[in-house]
């Protein structure tokens, strides 16, 4: 069964954009999985490192995806189709075709920034239900199962329908954080919606909480301190990741556009950033396949 | 030298942080509700609770050659407020529903799924297990949902007690069943509990005719379960299903004991209480009298050898005069 993990929290600039794309680089790169990324954040970051996305003239500040590499083919059977293609059609009832990367292993199914803002604006009781569970309808669907050994999802820094959406189809959640104060309230609202969700869940498909992944830790007093007493708290301290990311410089760097086509993972095995990534990375992968 | 500045979370963050993952962590699965078909949804065969009508009486209708017509649109009637409150307010408590092959077999709250389909709807929200529970817990499931109905009748009340009994009995073999399990077991008081225990274990004559709706109250059928006398039975079970009231039936009963107890005074072999092992002389209040009883004791000549018992002895103090006289009545067994 497809594993379907999500990098979440509430809290914007906590590292879940950053998560997303390491680990869709690390599965594919290093573990040779079969991946399907899929971007819910309206601002496209996700979808902007593996694919040139466009700006979209009606959304001064959103990006939409370009156009599909398929779309003369497509075109063929569906005359409608504008050959755009994003995650967000699943909201309004269209299917999705996801775009090839330059990594071999790595399918994209971005978002649309304008499409994203609509669905995430709903407030309507019904509708927001529909919202809800149209992702988790659409990760079942069978053929996608079958492409893809796994789903991962980078959500906005809301707790949103988008949000609820990708949590209620996760099978497994990580929760990136920056050890100070605001960050660790986004941990307790993240909490809360993986409660939620886990007490209602039906238990032969649980959804578990990998952990909590300090992100952006620099050797000063505030991060050390939160982060010891984080690991020594009751019950939450289990959930507090060993390993951890640093701020680092070179994450921004790979982010610029000369830069995105390469991986932190195609740096030479002694890179510390390289290490510091690989045990983040390894610990996910054990909790999500603990058997392999 | 600067002093280090401490950093921390606060108090109620952490806690609310803790409680969190402890009530996720504890409680995975157990708020699973979900909106089901109720035509996905299968009545319990073994619910002691047995409705005459099933689903398809309602959604096809009753059919008026059916022998049970009249007793099904009873049970139909008698659903009808149910019916009305679901219509206005919908379903107050899900029902309970476990996954059973392709479909789901319901727990608790066939009243709910039948009014629901009564109301019109075709769908039902329930909470869902994933497979069924143990046969203990699916029993006492059943039985605090039966408990809330007033149409229970005794025998359904007791199978369903004797089936949460075997269900104990089958995890549990050596279990010894008595009213204090019954007791525990209902969360009931131990009289009620009695009664139960005294009607779950009666007589075939007596179950048949509980269940046969002859009698339908729990203290009437656990006062004939405790009759021993085949004659008192036969009179107060004649009495008791012409309509006769406990209060009645216990007078009888009394009377009957009364009379058994008076008849075996005159046959003089009245015997009450257990028998003595030893023997109670009495109390005496005068010491003279007691000197006077010594005397002629002490005339004879087996007793005068213990007249050293009570040498010297101090015929005013009570409390020696009764260690003189326990030690001369416990020389005199010796001897004997």
Known sequence: MTKIIVAATNKGGDGKTKTSILLAEYLTIIKKKRVLAIDLDPQCNFSHKFLDMEIDPVESQGKMPPIHPSYTEEKKINPEWNGRSSIADIFYGESVLPYSTHLNLLDIAPGYAMKLLEAEAVRKSEVRNKVHHQLHLFISDPTLQEAYDIVLIDTAPSKGPLTVSAVKAASHIVIPSQMEQNSIHGIYGMLQLWKQEALQRDKSYPLELIGILPNKIRDVNLHKDLLNELRQAEFIGDYVMEDKLKLRSIYAEFDAEESNSDSIFNLSDKNVAREEAMKVCDFIYKKVFPND | ?336
Not at chain 2, 192 to 209: E, G, K, P, T, W
């Open chain 2, 1 to 336: 030298m600067t002093k280090r500045k401490k950093f921390g979370i606060s108090k109620t963050l952490t806690n609310s942080l803790s409680q969190t993952v402890k009530v996720a962590s504890n409680n995975m699965g157990v708020l699973r509700h979900e909106i089901v078909p109720i035509d996905l949804i299968e009545l319990d065969p073994c619910n002691p609770r047995t409705f005459l009508i099933q689903k398809d009486d309602i959604i096809s209708g009753l059919e008026h050659n059916d022998y049970l017509y009249d007793k099904k649109r009873r049970e139909i009637d008698s659903l009808e407020s149910l019916k009305n409150s679901i219509i206005k307010q919908g379903i107050l408590n899900p029902v309970w529903i476990y996954k059973y092959k392709t479909h789901y077999r319901l727990i608790m709250g066939e009243r709910r799924v039948l009014a629901s389909l009564l109301a019109g709807n075709s769908d039902i929200h329930a909470k869902v297990l994933e497979s069924r529970p143990l046969d203990t817990s699916l029993r006492l499931l059943q039985w605090m949902e039966n408990l809330e109905r007033s149409d229970l009748t005794l025998w359904e009340r007791i199978t369903n007690i004797n089936l949460i009994i075997e269900a104990q009995q089958k995890e549990t073999p050596d279990l010894k069943v008595n009213a204090t399990f019954i007791k525990n077991l209902l969360g009931c008081s131990l009289p009620h509990a009695m009664n139960y225990f005294a009607v779950v274990f009666c007589s075939q004559d007596l179950r048949d005719s509980i269940q046969g709706g002859k009698i339908n109250n729990l203290e009437k059928a656990a006062l004939l379960a405790n009759i021993n006398d085949k004659d008192v039975f036969k009179e107060v079970y004649t009495l008791c299903i012409s309509g006769a009231s406990l209060k009645h039936l216990q007078a009888m009963i009394r009377t009957k004991k009364l009379k058994s107890h008076t008849n075996s005074v005159l046959r003089g072999n009245v015997s009450k209480g257990a028998n003595f092992k030893t023997i109670n002389l009495g109390f005496c209040k005068s010491s003279d009298v007691i000197k006077k009883i010594t005397d002629i004791l002490l005339k004879d000549n087996l007793c005068a050898e213990h007249a050293n018992c009570f040498e010297n002895l101090d015929w005013r103090n009570n409390s020696e005069i009764s260690k003189a006289f326990k030690s001369f009545i416990a020389k005199l067994e010796v001897q004997k």
